[in-house]
């Protein structure tokens, strides 16, 4: 499967996003039950969202806190996904740490983004010279009436796959 072919199409069109959306369901079930999906993604931004409905609340009918965590870890592994081979490159989250700010009452998005020249100079040209490097993303959530929900920060770890050593 070419999934890069999906990536474009969910970059360009309305369609080609639902198809994209679609695929990721398939492949990470656990977002489907939540509704966890893509609602924008260019080539420096991804917005992630979770609905407000009955599966997501918590006791106080607010969007539960592990369910804004994982929208934002989901907005920024997949962006950062789409920048590097995932055949050349190992992505693992070594930790995630939430600051809630706000309930949410509705519908939550997150937003991540990223550059070029934030790219090459925290990780791409790191590993030229280290076996792994860590790095941390600040995610941002908000409702629908763009209240700042929560702030996610993900610390993932990227190594090739070269140097990747594993048990027996």
């Known amino acids: 499967m070419n999934f890069e072919k999906y990536i474009q199409a969910g970059k360009t069109s309305r369609f080609g996003l639902w198809k994209l959306n679609f695929g990721l369901f ?3 079930p ?5 509704g966890i999906k893509i609602s924008k993604l260019t080539d420096t931004n991804i917005e992630t969202s979770i609905k407000y409905k ?8 607010g969007v539960h806190a592990c369910g804004l965590a994982t ?13 590097l081979n ?10 995630i740490s939430m600051t809630y700010h706000y309930q949410a009452k509705s519908d939550v998005v997150a937003k991540f983004s990223l550059t070029e020249d934030w790219l090459n100079e925290n990780i791409l040209t790191p590993l ?8 941390k993303c600040q995610i941002d959530l908000y409702d629908t009436e763009n209240n700042h929900i929560s702030t996610g920060y993900t610390n993932w770890q990227i190594k090739e796959w ?3 050593k594993t048990g027996v």
């Open 128 to 135: 030229k010279e280290t076996n792994v490097v860590f790095i």
């Open 26 to 28: 398939r492949i990470i």
């Open 162 to 164: 070269s140097t990747v």
């Open 71 to 83: 929208t934002a870890e989901f907005a920024s592994g997949f962006l950062l996904l789409t920048k």
């Open 86 to 95: 995932p055949k050349k490159y190992r992505l693992i989250m070594e930790s």
């Open 30 to 34: 656990f977002n489907k039950p939540h």
């Open 54 to 61: 009955r599966r997501n609340l918590n006791h106080i009918k």
